[in-house]
C-alpha cells in the first residue's frame, strides 16, 4: 500500500472545504438501494470526501445498480460509457476519478464489468459496502478491485452514523433496512442471488439508528426489507421478535410521527402484524402488497407459495382493522406460459381489491433464475399490451381513489417547500402527494389539511390546524 493516499490527501483537506474532495451516489435501484447509496455517501464523508453536485464535480463517483430487470442492467452500461469519458476529460485537466460500480448488478456479474467497461476501478456487492474505505485504498494502487463476498461480518454495524448535516438534507421521511435478503426463490428473481440469505438486524442496532435520525429532524421512518415482514431480529435478551413489536418500539422513539414498511410478503402478513394496523396510531394507513398475478397456476409456477384467494384473505383481514387502509402492490405480466385468461383473472383480481397506487411490469428473464428456462415465453407485443391494459385499469383506480379524497381532511406531515413561493408539500397517510399554501415552519410537522382539489398526480390543499 502506497505511503499517501488520495484518502489521507482527502482527510488533510478536509478542514478546507473548498479543496477538499467531492464524492457522488448514484442510486439506480429500490429502497433499499437508495438506503445504501446513503450510508455510502456516509462512508465517503468519514473519508473527508464533500458531496458533489453532480458527476462533472466528483472526484469520486458510486453507481449503485440494480439487477431486477433487463433493461435496469443495460442502464449502467450505457451510463458507464458517458462516465469513462468524463473520466478521460477529468484525467487531461489533471485530476483524477474514481469510478465504483456497487449494488445488485455488480454482485450478479462481478469481473464482468471491469471486462466490459475497464474504466471501473472498483466493483462492490451489496454485502460488502461497508469495506468501501479499504477497497479504495486498494483501487489507488491497484484498479480494477472487485468485491462480491457475502461476509460474516455485520455490515450494519461497521458503517459510520450519518453525519446530521447529511440527515437533514435528505429530508424529514428517511428509510431504515431492517432486514435483507431473500430466501423465498420466486422463479423469476434475482434478489435471492445479488442480496443472498434473509437477514435481521438487532432491534438495539435499529432503535439506536432511529433515535439518532429523530435527533437529526426525522419525522417518518420507512422499515424496509426485500421481505420486511420476515422481520425476526434479536432483542436484548437475544430473543427473536417479529415486524409488530418493532414497530410499536419504534413509534415510541420521541420525535417519530410516523412510521410505514415496505416490501412485504402475502406469507408473512401474521396475526400481530395485521392487529398492529388497527392498533398503532403511528403506522400509516397504508400497505404495499406485492401479489404479481391473479392466476393461480401463475402463483404456483413463480413459486410464490399463496393463491390469489389467500392474497384476498389477507387484504380482508387487514381492512376489517383497519377499513381505510390504502393498498398497492407489484404486477408481473407476460410471465413464461401467462395465457389471455390467466391475464385477464390478474384484472379480475385489480377489480376485486381496488388498488390506490401500484407498479406494474413486463416479465424480464433474468439470467440464472428458473423461470428464465421456462417453456411459453410470451412474445414482448403480447407482453406490451397486457401491461397497457393493466396500467389503465390501475390508472383508473388510483385516480378514483385520490377523488374520493377531495372534501376530506387528512393528516399531512410536510416534508419540504413547494415549487412556489409560499406553497409546501407533504404527504397524506396514504402516501399522495400534498401541497398547501404554508410557512415553511410547518416542515417536519402533521397538519390537519383539508383536501379541496386534484392535480395530476397530487392532491391540493388548505392547512385548517393550527401549528402544534
Ligand atoms: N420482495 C418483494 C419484491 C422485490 S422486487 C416481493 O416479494 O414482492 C420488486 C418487484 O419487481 C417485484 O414485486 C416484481 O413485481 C418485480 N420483478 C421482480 N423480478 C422481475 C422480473 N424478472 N421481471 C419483471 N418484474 C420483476
Ligand atoms: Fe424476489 Fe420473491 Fe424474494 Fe420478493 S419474495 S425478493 S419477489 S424472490
Ligand atoms: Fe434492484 Fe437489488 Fe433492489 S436488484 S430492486 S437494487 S434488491
Known amino acids: 500500500m502506497p505511503e499517501t493516499t488520495v484518502l489521507d490527501a482527502a482527510r488533510r483537506a478536509a478542514p478546507n472545504e473548498s479543496s477538499a474532495p467531492r464524492a457522488f451516489v448514484k442510486s439506480f435501484g429500490c429502497q433499499m438501494n437508495v438506503y445504501d447509496s446513503q450510508r455510502m455517501a456516509d462512508l465517503a ?22 439487477h431486477i430487470r433487463e433493461r435496469a442492467s443495460e442502464k449502467i452500461y450505457s451510463e458507464l460509457g458517458k462516465l469513462r469519458e468524463l473520466k478521460e476529460e477529468r484525467s487531461r485537466a489533471g485530476r483524477r476519478t474514481t469510478l465504483v460500480v456497487a449494488g445488485c448488478l455488480a454482485q450478479a456479474e462481478g469481473g464482468e464489468i471491469l471486462r466490459r467497461q475497464p474504466a471501473v476501478d472498483v466493483v462492490v456487492g451489496p454485502q460488502s459496502y461497508h469495506r468501501l474505505p479499504e477497497l479504495l485504498r486498494e483501487a489507488e494502487a491497484r484498479p480494477g478491485v472487485v468485491d462480491t463476498d457475502f461476509p460474516a461480518e455485520d455490515k450494519f454495524s461497521r458503517l459510520p452514523a450519518s453525519a446530521p448535516e447529511a440527515v437533514a438534507r435528505r429530508g424529514v421521511a428517511a428509510f ?46 420507512m422499515l424496509i426489507g426485500q421481505n420486511v415482514n420476515a422481520y425476526h431480529g434479536a432483542d436484548r435478551q437475544g430473543r427473536p421478535v417479529g415486524l409488530a413489536p418493532l414497530i410499536a418500539a ?6 417519530i410521527l410516523r412510521l410505514r414498511y415496505a416490501t412485504s410478503h402475502p406469507n408473512d402478513m401474521d396475526d400481530e402484524l395485521i392487529a398492529a394496523h388497527g392498533r398503532l396510531e403511528a403506522l400509516t394507513p397504508y400497505l404495499h402488497l406485492p401479489v404479481q398475478s391473479g392466476s393461480d397456476r401463475v402463483l404456483a409456477s413463480m413459486n410464490r407459495r399463496h393463491r390469489v384467494a389467500d392474497y384476498i384473505n389477507v387484504v380482508d383481514r387487514v381492512r376489517a382493522v ?32 381496488g388498488f390506490a397506487s401500484s407498479y406494474a411490469f413486463k416479465y424480464s428473464a433474468r439470467p440464472g433464475t428458473p423461470a428464465a428456462e421456462m417453456a411459453g415465453q410470451v412474445d414482448e407485443p403480447v407482453k406490451a399490451e397486457r401491461l397497457g391494459a393493466l396500467q389503465a385499469l390501475l390508472e383508473e383506480q388510483r385516480q378514483a381513489f385520490n377523488r374520493a379524497c377531495v372534501g376530506r381532511r387528512l393528516a399531512v406531515l ?3 417547500p413547494g415549487r412556489h413561493e409560499g406553497q409546501i408539500i407533504g404527504r397524506s397517510p396514504y402516501m399522495q402527494a400534498v401541497f398547501a399554501e404554508g410557512p415553511a415552519s410547518r416542515i417536519g410537522e402533521i397538519a390537519e389539511v383539508e383536501i379541496v382539489g386534484l392535480s395530476a398526480n397530487s392532491l391540493r390543499g388548505r392547512i385548517v390546524s393550527p401549528t402544534s
Open 250 to 255: 419504534a413509534a415510541a422513539v420521541p420525535g
Open 322 to 353: 383497519r377499513p381505510d387502509i390504502a393498498l398497492s402492490s407489484d404486477f408481473i405480466v407476460g410471465y413464461p406460459g401467462e395465457t389471455d385468461a390467466e391475464f385477464q383473472a390478474t384484472l379480475d383480481l385489480v377489480r376485486e381489491v
Open 45 to 66: 464523508a468519514g473519508e473527508g470526501y464533500r458531496e458533489a453536485a453532480g458527476p462533472e464535480d466528483a472526484d469520486l463517483i458510486v453507481l449503485n445498480t440494480c
Open 176 to 221: 431504515v433496512t431492517v432486514q435483507e435478503g431473500c430466501d423465498k426463490f420466486c422463479s423469476f428473481c434475482v434478489v435471492p442471488y445479488t442480496r443472498g440469505a434473509e437477514s435481521s438486524r438487532p432491534v438495539s442496532a435499529i432503535l439506536s439508528e432511529i433515535e439518532h435520525l429523530a435527533r437529526s429532524g426525522v419525522r417518518e421512518i
Open 414 to 416: 410536510f416534508e419540504k
